[in-house]
C-alpha cells in the first residue's frame, strides 16, 4: 500500500468523523468506532486484526483513564455541592473590589474550573455573575466572557480533566510535569485573552436591555454562610496537583528504589492522589458541614451517570489511535510529517484547532490529534511528550463556536445575540489558542 493511499485513507476517516458528527448529528462515539473501521478494511487489515486493534486501544486507553476520571468527578461533584465553588469566587471578588471584577472572574474560573467540566463550572458560577452584574452594574460581557475563557483553557490543557489526561497517557508524559506546563502556559493565557480582551473589546457599562434580562433570572442573592471557608475549599482543590507536581519535582533528588523515592511515587501517582483528595474532600467538605456517609454516597452515585458518554468518546479515541499504528498509516504519517520542516508543536496545535473548528468537541479533537501527532515523537526526540500535550490542548481552546455545545451554554446564560457571542467569545478563544501557541514555544525552549 502506497503512502499516498495510507494517506487518502487517514483523509477520509477524518472527514467521515467530521460529516457523522457536524451534519449527521451522530454521536462522537459511534462516529470513531465508524471512522476506525474505516481505516482497517481501508488499509486491508483482516477482520480479526481490526478487532484486536480496536480492543486493546480502548481497552488500554480506559485501563488508564477510568478510576481517574470517576475521582475528579467526585472531587468536582463535592466542591459544586458544598458551595466552595462560590466561597472561592465570592472571596476573591470581596479581595479584588468591583474594579477588577473582570480579574476575579478569570482567577474563579481557573482555580474552580480545575475539578469541574467547563459546563459545570460555567453553569454553577453564573448566578454570582448575575448577583455582581445586578449590583455594579457592569456588562454581563465584561465578567462572563474571562471566566467561560478561563475555563476553556484549564478545561483543555489542565490534568485531571478527561482529554487531557487521556492524551498525556497516550503519549506516555509525565502527568506532574504536564500540570507544572499546564500552569505556566495557561495562567497568561487566561489573563491575555480574559480581562485583557474585555477590556479592550467590551463595554464595562451593562446595556439598557440587561435589567430586564436580569430581572427575567430572579434577584438571587450571595450567601456563603453554609460554605466552607476559603483555604479549605482552595486546599481541597489544589491538592491533588500538589501531590502530582510534587512527585515529579522531588522523586529526581531522590535515589531510585530508596524507600523515600517509592513513596513519593506512590503518593504522587494519579490515581493515589486523587484517592486522597476525596479522603480528605469527603472529610472538609462533607463529614466536617455535618454530612453523613449515606449523603456522601448519594452525591457519589449522582457523578457517575453523566460520565458515560465522556469515557465512551475516549475509549474509542483510543482505538482509533490504535487502529493508525495497527493498519502503518501512524508510520507513513510520520515519515512524511518528518520530511516537512513544519515545527511539530506547530503542527500539533493546528490539527488540534482544525478539528475542533470541523467537529464542535475539544475532547474528540485532542483524543484524534493525539494519534496522528505520537508517532512524531519517535522522529523527534528533540520535542517532549509532555510540551505536545499542551500544544494539543491549545490548539483545542480555540474555535468554540456554533459547533460546540460550551459556545452555546455561554451565548444563552449571558443573553446575548449570535453575532455578539461570535465577536467577544469565539475572538476569545482564539486569542487564547494564539497565545497559549507562543507560551508553549517559548517554554520548549527551556525544557
Excluded at 19 to 35: D, E, N, Q, W, Y
Excluded at 152 to 168: D, E, Q, Y
Excluded at 338 to 344: E, F, K, L, M, T
Excluded at 346 to 375: D, K, Q, R
Amino acid at each position: 500500500m502506497s503512502p499516498t493511499f495510507s494517506l487518502l485513507v487517514l483523509g477520509a476517516s477524518i472527514l467521515l468523523i467530521v460529516v457523522l458528527i457536524g451534519k449527521c448529528r451522530v454521536h462522537p462515539f459511534l462516529a470513531l468506532i465508524a471512522a476506525s473501521l474505516l481505516v482497517g478494511v481501508g488499509t486491508g487489515m483482516t477482520p480479526t486484526a481490526i478487532v484486536s486493534a480496536f480492543e486493546k486501544g480502548m481497552g488500554s486507553t480506559l485501563g488508564f483513564l477510568a478510576g481517574i476520571i470517576g475521582l475528579g468527578s467526585i472531587l468536582g461533584k463535592l466542591l459544586e455541592e458544598s458551595g466552595g465553588a462560590k466561597r472561592i469566587a465570592t472571596t476573591l471578588l470581596r479581595a479584588l473590589g468591583e474594579k477588577n471584577a473582570a480579574w476575579a472572574m478569570m482567577l474563579v474560573g481557573f482555580i474552580a474550573g480545575i475539578p469541574v467540566f467547563f459546563e459545570v463550572g460555567f453553569v454553577l458560577l453564573i448566578p454570582l455573575i448575575y448577583v455582581v452584574a445586578r449590583q455594579t452594574r457592569i456588562n454581563l460581557l465584561y465578567l462572563g466572557v474571562p471566566l467561560a475563557t478561563s475555563l476553556m483553557v484549564v478545561h483543555c490543557i489542565l490534568p485531571p480533566h478527561p482529554a487531557a489526561t487521556a492524551i498525556t497517557g497516550m503519549l506516555n508524559a509525565d502527568i506532574g510535569k504536564v500540570i507544572l506546563y499546564g500552569l505556566i502556559v495557561g495562567l497568561p493565557t487566561a489573563v491575555i485573552a480574559g480581562p485583557i480582551w474585555v477590556k479592550l473589546t467590551c463595554a464595562r457599562q451593562a446595556p439598557a436591555s440587561q435589567a430586564q434580562f436580569l430581572a427575567e433570572r430572579g434577584e438571587g442573592n450571595i450567601d456563603d454562610s453554609q460554605t466552607p471557608s476559603f483555604g479549605v475549599a482552595m486546599i481541597t482543590v489544589l491538592l491533588p496537583l500538589a501531590l502530582m507536581v510534587g512527585k515529579t519535582l522531588t522523586t529526581p533528588l531522590l535515589s531510585k528504589g530508596s524507600m523515600a523515592f517509592e513513596w513519593v511515587s506512590f503518593i504522587g501517582n494519579p490515581l493515589i492522589a486523587l484517592v486522597l483528595s476525596i479522603c480528605f474532600a469527603y472529610w472538609s467538605l462533607g463529614l466536617r458541614r455535618g454530612l453523613g456517609m449515606g449523603d456522601l454516597l448519594d452525591l457519589t452515585h449522582r457523578c457517575f451517570p453523566p460520565l458515560a458518554g465522556i469515557l465512551l468518546v475516549i475509549g474509542a479515541g483510543g482505538a482509533f489511535n490504535d487502529m493508525l499504528v495497527g493498519s502503518g498509516i501512524g508510520k507513513v504519517l510520520a515519515d512524511v510529517l518528518g520530511q516537512s520542516n513544519i515545527n511539530p508543536i506547530i503542527l500539533a496545535w493546528l490539527i488540534a484547532g482544525l478539528m475542533h473548528f470541523a467537529v464542535g468537541s475539544a475532547t474528540v479533537a485532542m483524543i484524534s490529534t493525539a494519534g496522528m501527532v505520537l508517532p512524531i515523537l519517535g522522529q523527534n526526540p528533540q520535542y517532549s511528550p509532555e510540551i505536545l500535550v499542551i500544544a494539543i490542548g491549545a490548539g483545542a481552546i480555540g474555535w468554540t463556536h456554533v459547533t460546540d455545545s460550551a459556545f452555546w451554554v455561554v451565548k444563552e446564560y449571558l443573553g446575548i445575540s449570535l453575532s455578539e457571542a461570535l465577536k467577544k467569545f469565539t475572538g476569545a478563544t482564539v486569542l487564547a489558542s494564539v497565545a497559549a501557541l507562543v507560551f508553549t514555544l517559548i517554554l520548549s525552549r527551556f525544557v
